[in-house]
C-alpha cells in the first residue's frame, strides 16, 4: 500500500487524474461555503451557532458537507442525484425496457443515464422549494427565519440557484469520473463526510466532558477504529468458485485446458445499500416536514418521525430506526447483489466459452450453483453492513447521546477509499505490464 502512494505521483497521466481530481473537490468545497442569494446572513450565524449534529437536518448537512447549515448553493448535495439513481435502478426491474436498455451495453447504460440527470433536475426542483420553505418556517433551525423577505420573485431566486448547483455537483462528478480518479459521485460524498468528522467529533466530546464521562469519547473512538479495520478485512474477502475449461482442438493447436476462479465477493453490492437505506429513511421526514399544515395530528406525525427516523434526534437515536435501518440494508444488499450478477448469465457465459464448474452440470445446474453459493455469502455480508451501520446508533442509544456519522459514514469513507485505492493500484500495475512488454 506505501508503495502505491509512492509511485502514484510518478506517472505523468496518473498524476494528472489525481491533481485534476483534488482540483474538484477543491470547487466542491468553494461552492459549499457560498450562500445562496435572498437570504439573511445574520439568521445564519445565528443558526449556525446553535445548531445540533441530531436529527434528519443533522444527517442532511453530513451529506452536503455542511452545505445546508450555511444555506450554500450545493446545499441539496448530492442527494437529489442518489434518490433519482434508486428510482431508476428501482424502475429497471420492474420496466422491461429499461431493462432491454441496460442489456444493450453501454449505449442503453448511456441512455439511462441521461434519464436519471432529468431526474435529478425534477427532485432539486422539488426539494429546494421544501428546504426554502423549511427554512423559512423555521423547521429545521430552530424557529430561525433565514427568509424573512419571503416573496415569490426571492423564492424563485433560491430555487434556481439550488438547483444549478446541484446540477453543477452532478456535473462534477461526471467529470472526476471521466477524467480523474475513481467514481465522481462517490468520491464527492467522500468528501462531503470527511470534511464533517472534526464538527462531529468534536459534538461527541463536548457532550462526554459535560457528563464528566470522558472515558466514553475513548470508547467511541475504539468502536471507531475497530470498524474501520473490520471493514477492511470483510472488503477483501470473497468465495473462489473453480472453473474448468475443456481442451479443444482446432486444427493443430490445443485450445482450453485451463482452470481459473470466479471472486464472489463477500460484500459484492459495497456501500450502495447503505447508501439507499438512509435515503428512503430520509423520504418521510422530508414529506412530513414539507407539509405546510400546523394541525396537530401533522405535528404529532412530524414529532414521532423525527425521534423514530430521523437517525440521532435530541432524545437520542430510536430504536425504530436501528431496526427500520437494519431491515432496509439486508434488503438493498440482495436487492442491489442480484443486479450486479446474474447466475443464469454468468452460467451461460461459462457454458459458452467451454467452460465447468468441477462436479456440476453446464447451464441449469451451475446457474443454481452459482445462485445457492451467492445467497449464502451475501447474508454475512449484509449482517456485518448492517451491523456496521447500527453500531454507532445502538451506543449512541445506550448512553443517550449524539452520534452524528454513523456507521453509514465510516462504511461510505472506508469502501469509497478502498475503491479509489484499488483503481490506482489497477492503473500502476497496467502501466508496469506496459514497460514489461515494451
Known amino acids: 500500500m506505501l508503495s502505491i502512494y509512492r509511485n502514484m505521483f510518478k506517472i505523468p497521466d496518473l498524476r494528472v487524474k489525481i491533481l485534476f481530481t483534488l482540483a474538484m473537490f477543491g470547487v466542491y468545497r468553494l461552492g459549499a461555503t457560498i450562500p445562496v442569494p435572498g437570504i439573511d446572513l445574520e439568521s445564519v450565524e445565528l443558526f449556525q451557532a446553535q445548531q445540533q449534529s441530531g436529527g434528519i437536518y443533522g444527517l442532511l448537512n453530513l451529506f452536503s458537507g455542511g452545505a445546508l447549515e450555511s444555506f450554500s448553493v450545493f446545499a441539496l448535495g448530492i442527494i437529489p442525484y442518489i434518490t433519482a439513481s434508486i428510482i431508476m435502478q428501482l424502475l429497471t426491474v420492474v420496466i422491461p425496457k429499461l431493462q432491454t436498455l441496460q442489456d444493450e451495453g453501454e449505449s442503453g447504460r448511456k441512455v439511462i443515464t441521461q434519464w436519471t440527470r432529468y431526474l435529478t433536475v425534477v427532485l432539486a426542483l422539488i426539494q429546494s422549494t421544501g428546504f426554502t420553505y423549511l427554512f423559512h418556517t423555521g423547521r429545521f433551525t430552530g424557529g430561525i427565519d433565514l427568509i424573512p ?78 470498524m474501520i479495520v473490520a471493514i477492511i478485512y470483510v472488503d477483501q474477502a470473497q468465495r473462489r468458485i473453480p472453473i474448468q475449461f475443456a481442451k479443444r482442438v482446432r486444427g493443430r493447436r490445443v485450445m482450453g485446458g485451463q482452470s481459473t476462479y470466479i471472486p464472489l465477493k463477500v460484500n459484492t453490492a459495497g456501500v450502495i445499500p447503505v447508501i439507499f437505506a438512509t435515503s428512503v429513511l430520509l423520504i418521510p421526514s422530508l414529506i412530513i416536514t414539507a407539509i405546510p399544515s400546523d394541525a396537530a395530528w401533522v405535528q404529532s406525525v412530524y414529532r414521532w418521525i423525527d425521534q423514530n427516523l430521523g437517525g440521532a434526534a435530541s432524545t437520542g437515536v430510536s430504536w425504530w430506526y436501528i431496526l427500520i435501518l437494519f431491515t432496509l440494508i439486508i434488503f438493498f444488499t440482495y436487492f442491489y447483489t442480484a443486479i450486479q450478477f446474474d447466475p443464469e448469465k454468468q452460467a451461460e457465459m461459462i457454458q459458452r466459452q467451454g467452460g465447468f464448474v468441477p462436479g456440476v452440470r453446464p447451464g441449469r445446474q451451475t446457474a443454481r450453483h452459482l445462485g445457492f453459493i451467492l445467497n449464502r455469502i451475501t447474508l454475512p455480508g449484509s449482517i456485518f453492513l448492517a451491523t456496521i451501520a447500527i453500531l454507532p446508533a445502538i451506543a449512541g442509544a445506550v448512553w443517550n447521546i449524539n452520534i452524528a456519522f454513523s456507521g453509514v459514514s465510516i462504511l461510505i469513507v472506508v469502501g469509497v477509499a478502498l475503491e479509489t485505492m484499488k483503481q490506482i493500484e489497477s492503473q500502476l500495475t497496467m502501466r508496469n505490464y506496459e514497460g514489461i512488454l515494451t
Do not use: K
Open 149 to 226: 423577505n419571503y416573496t415569490p420573485g426571492r423564492v424563485i431566486l433560491i430555487v434556481i440557484t439550488m438547483t444549478a448547483g446541484t446540477a453543477m455537483v452532478m456535473w462534477l462528478g461526471e467529470l472526476i469520473t471521466q477524467r480523474g480518479v475513481g467514481n465522481g459521485m462517490s468520491l464527492i460524498i467522500f468528501v462531503s463526510i470527511l470534511s464533517q468528522f472534526p464538527f462531529v467529533f468534536g459534538q461527541i466530546w463536548q457532550q462526554t466532558i459535560q457528563r464528566a464521562q470522558p472515558v466514553r469519547f475513548g470508547v467511541v473512538i475504539a468502536i471507531f477504529l475497530v
